[in-house]
């Protein structure tokens, strides 16, 4: 698709209406995708950090199968780690996207190169492309906190999926609060590394996120979330001891030890609870999958 821009005055009535009420109003902002009406829809910015753990990965992964074909719109900024989940994950469950890379939007610049193929993914699912910075413009560290104004600008909820205590994932936090929007957070461990920053956000009166229908109810939205069927027809004995063992993530020898099952029969009932989608191995642990 070509590259566009909409100057200020031309604003209202479309997604970039709610930008009239920040400070420091870009001029124009250019955009790659076709727009749609805003009224149609709840837009909510998922930020997070570059480095995440497997644990916001699931989370957010459950949260967006409960929201999935919901009229929302996932905004993030196109970056690696939890940016790239959130736009991925918004497609494969049928909800619209919005990148804001931190460039330019001509395809030599676009940031980062990695992601490349996702922004074209991301046009084909008539999503769109948005930056305020000419399309010729090579990524600068200074334009990553000038694109996040822009997102809390038009957001009606920012979702702060995981933060590290210093991270720029908090400059994203700080402005939806200076801007007067909802602000959630999906709560994490207090020994994780990952999410200092997040569970502080938490402490100071973020709303905490433990499904979609806390989405929903933040959004006003009275659709009905999507729960996933799962087979739990047939349960074997062993595997239901299995499953008794994982009220927390564990590793396949934790928890052969702690299911006192031989390695023979473990491996079998581990990989019959994977067929019927009732535990998933992600980064080397065990996790139930509802």
Same mark, same amino acid.
């Given at each position: 698709?070509?590259?566009?821009?909409?100057?200020?005055?031309?604003?209202?009535?479309?997604?970039?209406?709610?930008?009239?009420?920040?400070?420091?109003?870009?001029? *124009?902002?250019?955009?790659?995708?076709?727009?749609?009406?805003?009224?149609?829809? *709840?837009?909510?910015? $998922?930020?997070?950090?570059?480095?995440?753990?497997?644990?916001?990965?699931?989370?957010?992964?459950?949260?967006?199968?409960?929201?999935?074909?919901?009229?929302?719109?996932?905004?993030?900024?196109?970056?690696?780690?939890?940016?790239?989940?959130?736009?991925?994950?918004?497609? &494969?469950?049928?909800?619209?996207?919005?990148?804001?890379?931190?460039?330019?939007? =001509?395809?030599?610049?676009?940031?980062?190169?990695?992601?490349?193929?996702?922004? *074209?993914?991301?046009?084909?699912?008539?999503?769109?492309?948005?930056? &305020?910075?000419?399309?010729?413009?090579?990524?600068?560290?200074?334009?990553?906190?000038?694109? =996040?104004?822009?997102?809390?600008?038009?957001?009606?909820?920012?979702?702060? $999926?995981?933060?590290?205590?210093?991270?720029?994932?908090?400059?994203?936090?700080?402005?939806?609060?200076?801007?007067?929007?909802?602000?959630?957070?999906?709560?994490?461990?207090?020994?994780?590394?990952?999410?200092?920053?997040?569970? *502080?956000?938490?402490?100071?009166?973020?709303?905490?996120?433990?499904?979609?229908?806390?989405?929903?109810?933040?959004?006003?939205?009275? !659709?009905? $979330?999507?729960?996933?069927?799962? =087979?739990?027809?047939?349960?074997?004995? =062993?595997?239901?001891?299995?499953?008794?063992?994982? !009220?927390?993530?564990?590793?396949?020898?934790?928890?052969?030890? &702690?299911? !006192?099952?031989?390695?023979?029969?473990?491996?079998?009932?581990?990989?019959?609870?994977?067929?019927?989608?009732?535990?998933?191995?992600?980064?080397?642990?065990?996790?139930?999958?509802?």
């Amino acid at each position: 698709m070509e590259i566009q821009e909409i100057k200020k005055e031309e604003f209202k009535n479309t997604i970039f209406e709610p930008l009239l009420e920040i400070p420091d109003l870009p001029k *124009k902002i250019n955009f790659n995708g076709k727009l749609f009406n805003k009224n149609d829809f *709840k837009f909510i910015v $998922v930020v997070g950090s570059r480095r995440h753990s497997s644990y916001s990965k699931n989370a957010l992964e459950k949260i967006f199968k409960e929201i999935s074909g919901q009229p929302i719109v996932i905004i993030s900024g196109l970056a690696l780690g939890i940016d790239t989940l959130a736009h991925e994950k918004a497609m &494969e469950n049928n909800l619209k996207t919005i990148a804001f890379p931190g460039s330019g939007l =001509n395809p030599e610049v676009l940031y980062p190169k990695s992601n490349f193929n996702l922004a *074209k993914n991301i046009l084909e699912n008539d999503g769109i492309l948005v930056s &305020e910075f000419e399309n010729s413009a090579k990524t600068m560290p200074y334009f990553f906190p000038q694109r =996040n104004r822009l997102m809390a600008g038009i957001a009606d909820l920012v979702l702060v $999926v995981e933060a590290q205590e210093k991270s720029g994932t908090l400059i994203t936090a700080r402005l939806a609060l200076d801007y007067n929007k909802d602000l959630a957070v999906i709560p994490n461990s207090i020994f994780s590394e990952y999410s200092a920053g997040s569970n *502080k956000l938490l402490k100071e009166g973020a709303i905490p996120i433990f499904s979609g229908k806390d989405i929903l109810e933040i959004l006003n939205l009275t !659709g009905e $979330v999507k729960q996933e069927k799962l =087979n739990f027809d047939d349960l074997s004995e =062993n595997q239901k001891i299995i499953l008794k063992k994982l !009220g927390e993530p564990k590793t396949k020898n934790e928890l052969l030890e &702690e299911s !006192g099952l031989d390695v023979g029969t473990f491996g079998i009932e581990i990989s019959i609870l994977e067929i019927k989608g009732l535990i998933k191995e992600s980064l080397g642990k065990i996790y139930k999958n509802f």
